[in-house]
């Protein structure tokens, strides 16, 4: 799986405890196959994803990292996820402002029944950081 | 009779009916070119108070300062009087408790020059006010041609990384900002630490963008901190961005409206999403 460097990327992943994170649990009950690459957090809603989660994991070392929460309008607490999108929309075109690369962090909706949606974006995701390389921008040295 | 005058005048009637405990303005410092902040709260002290080019503070941030004493007057432009209305808005002051003598204002000079924010301000006169001191100003904004957002995603991080990593993190900028009124600041958290207190520069951009994201919607472009920050670090390309972002994708403008709120704080269900995959 490794490209011709070895580089193998670490994604961090915050998934919300009522869809994402159920999503989850449904592509591995399911037995789907996708990269182990990624490494799941679980937060009780995508609005509880303060950017400073995704801006620290980016500094001790994840080369990705990947927030999903509920669809819009199926969120448990009914608006986290509203008031949560305008905050990524401004830290997605503030990252890209400062020159992050695109697809470092991506954002998604992925619903309790989303199995192989989730195992699906996990391959995109991890292909897409296997290309970009390592995080060099925001990492710690 | 001109603004300052008026505003002598006014400042003693207030005071002399105790309509107000005091008045938030401007007087001349012992350094020309440059005035400071006023608490004028004596009769016989009204005769310091200014208002020109030099007067650079926004006084909102003055105001939280002041505002347990009583009643207050201030002195308010364009983008003193938009942050004024976001405390409002955030519930940090109430209407009543400020009287506002509303000026127009040709913009601040600094070291003989504009300074950057005022150049573009499309707001000389202010968006609320209990009367005005003289008249409405009105001037063609300068349109800031952004070359930036031409470079690639690596030139631009070039370019800022190189620009943040002057920062010393005196948090000058976060001093002076009328917005950044929180008790404990992200910066100063330490269970759990937020963000790393050293200058290296992943560190110095972290505070960089989280400081310009805890400003959507609430910054008023108003430059105080550009012009207190000891390295002359270019804040107003952060803050210009995160206005622009927050205009283009909510249509909304910090402090313009009094009856709206600002812009993360609410939401519509149908706004756009088509950065979510
Ligand atoms: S961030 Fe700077 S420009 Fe914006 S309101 Fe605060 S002091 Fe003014
Ligand atoms: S005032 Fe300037 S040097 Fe001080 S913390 Fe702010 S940006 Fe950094």
């Known amino acids: ?61 994840a080369d990705g990292v990947l927030i999903s929460g509920c669809h819009p309008g199926d969120c448990h607490y009914l608006t986290g996820n509203y008031v949560a999108r305008r905050r990524f929309a401004v830290l997605n075109d503030l990252l890209q402002f400062c020159g992050l690369e695109p697809g470092r962090v991506t954002f998604t909706w992925v619903s309790a029944s989303e199995g192989e949606r989730f195992a699906q974006l996990v391959r995109e995701v991890t292909d897409r950081v296997r290309k970009l390389g390592p995080n060099r921008k925001l990492k710690k040295e | 009779m001109d603004k300052v005058a008026r ?26 070119g440059i005035s400071q902040v006023a608490f004028i709260t004596k009769t016989e002290e009204v005769d310091r108070l200014i208002f020109d080019a030099t007067c650079s503070q926004n006084l909102a941030n003055y105001l939280l300062k002041v505002k347990d004493k009583g009643k207050v007057a201030v002195v308010a432009r364009g983008c003193d009087s938009r942050s004024i209305v976001v405390l409002l808005q955030e519930k940090q002051i109430e209407r009543g408790q400020v009287y506002i003598l509303g000026v127009g204002c040709e913009g601040v000079i600094v070291q003989g020059e504009k300074s950057v ?15 005005m001191l003289g008249e409405e100003v009105h001037f063609e904004p300068e349109k800031v041609e952004d070359e930036f957002d031409r470079l690639t995603p690596d030139e631009r991080w070039q370019i800022l990384s190189a620009e943040v990593a002057r920062c010393i993190r005196c948090y000058a900028c976060r001093q002076v900002c009328p917005n950044c009124y929180c008790p404990v600041c992200f ?87 088509e950065f979510i995959r």
């Open chain 2, 187 to 273: 910066v100063d958290a330490s269970m759990p630490a937020l963000v790393g207190k050293t200058h290296n520069v992943s560190d110095n951009m972290v505070f960089h963008i989280m400081r310009a994201l805890h400003m959507a919607g609430r910054c008023v472009e108003c430059g105080a901190c550009h012009r207190a920050c000891p390295m002359g670090i270019d804040l107003m390309r952060f803050n210009r961005q995160v206005a622009k972002i927050v205009r283009e994708r909510f249509g909304l403008v910090a402090g313009a409206k009094p009856d709206e709120m600002p812009a993360l704080t609410v939401f519509k269900p149908e706004d756009p999403q």
């Open chain 2, 7 to 32: 505003l002598r005048q006014r400042a003693k009637e207030l005071l002399e009916k105790q309509e107000v405990v005091g008045v938030l303005g401007y007087r001349a410092s012992s350094r020309p």
């Open chain 2, 117 to 131: 924010s005022c150049r573009s301000c499309q707001y000389p006169n202010p968006v609320i006010y209990d009367e």
């Open chain 1, 1 to 61: 799986m490794a490209d011709s460097s070895g580089f193998e990327p670490k994604i961090v992943a915050f998934l919300c405890n009522w869809c994402s994170y159920a999503g989850a649990d449904l592509a591995g009950i399911s037995r789907m196959q996708y990269p182990p690459n990624v490494r799941v957090l679980r937060v009780p809603c995508s609005g509880r994803v303060d950017p400073f989660f995704i801006l620290q994991a980016l500094q001790q070392g």
